[in-house]
Protein backbone atom coordinates (compact mmCIF):
# COMPACT_ATOMS: atom_id res chain seq x y z
CA UNK A 1 0.00 0.00 0.00
CA UNK A 2 1.49 2.94 -1.00
CA UNK A 3 1.91 6.20 1.39
CA UNK A 4 2.16 10.05 0.31
CA UNK A 5 4.84 11.87 2.54
CA UNK A 6 4.19 15.39 2.87
CA UNK A 7 6.80 17.99 4.72
CA UNK A 8 7.99 21.15 4.74
CA UNK A 9 4.42 23.26 6.54
CA UNK A 10 4.54 25.21 9.11
CA UNK A 11 4.33 28.81 10.40
CA UNK A 12 5.14 31.58 8.09
CA UNK A 13 4.75 35.47 8.30
CA UNK A 14 2.60 37.44 5.67
CA UNK A 15 5.27 37.81 2.46
CA UNK A 16 7.29 35.02 3.62
CA UNK A 17 8.09 31.85 1.54
CA UNK A 18 7.92 28.37 2.32
CA UNK A 19 8.67 24.92 0.68
CA UNK A 20 6.19 21.82 0.74
CA UNK A 21 7.16 18.20 -0.71
CA UNK A 22 5.54 15.30 -1.40
CA UNK A 23 6.92 11.50 -1.78
CA UNK A 24 5.82 7.98 -2.21
CA UNK A 25 6.59 5.58 0.53
CA UNK A 26 7.77 3.50 -2.59
CA UNK A 27 8.42 3.18 -6.26
CA UNK A 28 5.68 4.02 -7.97
CA UNK A 29 4.86 3.26 -12.09
CA UNK A 30 2.69 5.10 -14.16
CA UNK A 31 2.44 8.23 -12.45
CA UNK A 32 0.59 10.98 -15.12
CA UNK A 33 0.34 13.89 -12.52
CA UNK A 34 1.30 14.93 -9.14
CA UNK A 35 -0.42 18.16 -7.39
CA UNK A 36 -1.49 19.73 -4.44
CA UNK A 37 -4.66 20.94 -3.27
CA UNK A 38 -5.51 22.68 0.02
CA UNK A 39 -8.62 23.29 2.49
CA UNK A 40 -9.31 25.82 5.02
CA UNK A 41 -11.45 25.58 7.91
CA UNK A 42 -14.60 26.02 6.89
CA UNK A 43 -14.42 25.81 3.03
CA UNK A 44 -14.23 23.31 0.24
CA UNK A 45 -10.86 21.74 -0.70
CA UNK A 46 -9.29 23.33 -3.62
CA UNK A 47 -7.11 22.73 -6.54
CA UNK A 48 -3.53 24.47 -6.02
CA UNK A 49 -1.29 23.41 -8.64
CA UNK A 50 -0.02 19.81 -10.49
CA UNK A 51 2.80 18.69 -12.95
CA UNK A 52 2.09 16.17 -15.58
CA UNK A 53 4.19 13.49 -16.28
CA UNK A 54 5.80 15.70 -19.09
CA UNK A 55 6.55 18.38 -16.62
CA UNK A 56 3.44 20.69 -18.07
CA UNK A 57 2.52 23.01 -15.06
CA UNK A 58 -1.29 23.81 -13.88
CA UNK A 59 -1.97 26.32 -11.34
CA UNK A 60 -5.26 28.11 -9.43
CA UNK A 61 -5.78 31.86 -10.13
CA UNK A 62 -5.32 32.28 -6.60
CA UNK A 63 -1.56 30.75 -6.74
CA UNK A 64 -0.34 31.89 -10.24
CA UNK A 65 3.42 33.97 -10.01
CA UNK A 66 3.39 33.42 -6.49
CA UNK A 67 3.73 29.20 -6.56
CA UNK A 68 5.91 27.04 -8.30
CA UNK A 69 5.79 23.35 -8.61
CA UNK A 70 8.44 21.31 -9.89
CA UNK A 71 9.46 17.71 -10.02
CA UNK A 72 12.13 16.49 -8.02
CA UNK A 73 14.73 13.40 -9.58
CA UNK A 74 12.17 10.48 -9.28
CA UNK A 75 9.11 11.13 -11.33
CA UNK A 76 6.56 10.73 -9.12
CA UNK A 77 7.82 13.27 -6.19
CA UNK A 78 7.10 17.34 -6.39
CA UNK A 79 7.48 20.16 -4.39
CA UNK A 80 5.42 23.38 -4.20
CA UNK A 81 7.76 26.19 -3.68
CA UNK A 82 5.08 29.19 -2.30
CA UNK A 83 6.20 32.55 -2.03
CA UNK A 84 4.61 35.98 -1.04
CA UNK A 85 2.55 33.99 1.53
CA UNK A 86 -0.81 35.82 2.48
CA UNK A 87 -2.96 34.86 5.54
CA UNK A 88 -5.70 33.88 2.92
CA UNK A 89 -2.71 30.81 2.24
CA UNK A 90 -3.38 29.98 5.49
CA UNK A 91 -4.83 25.79 5.12
CA UNK A 92 -4.02 22.29 5.45
CA UNK A 93 -2.42 21.12 1.99
CA UNK A 94 -2.81 17.48 0.35
CA UNK A 95 -0.70 16.22 -1.77
CA UNK A 96 -2.31 14.05 -4.63
CA UNK A 97 -0.48 11.65 -7.39
CA UNK A 98 -2.82 10.37 -10.22
CA UNK A 99 -1.66 7.05 -11.47
CA UNK A 100 -2.73 4.89 -15.01
CA UNK A 101 -2.78 0.88 -15.48
CA UNK A 102 -4.19 -0.80 -17.90
CA UNK A 103 -5.12 -3.60 -15.34
CA UNK A 104 -6.61 -1.18 -12.71
CA UNK A 105 -7.45 2.58 -14.56
CA UNK A 106 -6.86 5.57 -13.11
CA UNK A 107 -6.13 5.89 -9.56
CA UNK A 108 -5.56 8.32 -7.34
CA UNK A 109 -3.73 8.62 -3.66
CA UNK A 110 -4.00 11.37 -1.20
CA UNK A 111 -1.31 12.35 1.78
CA UNK A 112 -2.19 12.98 5.19
CA UNK A 113 -2.38 16.84 4.76
CA UNK A 114 0.27 18.95 6.64
CA UNK A 115 -0.50 22.68 7.76
CA UNK A 116 0.41 26.46 6.46
CA UNK A 117 -0.25 28.96 9.25
CA UNK A 118 0.47 32.63 7.73
CA UNK A 119 0.16 34.97 10.69
CA UNK A 120 2.39 37.57 11.71
Known amino acids: QVQLVESGGGLVQPGGSLTLSCAPSEEMTGVLNVGWFRQAPGKERDFVAR???????TYADSVTGRFVISRGTAENTATLQMNSLKPEDTAVYFCQIQQWSWTRGGTEHWGQGTQVTVSS
Open 51 to 57: ISSGGKT
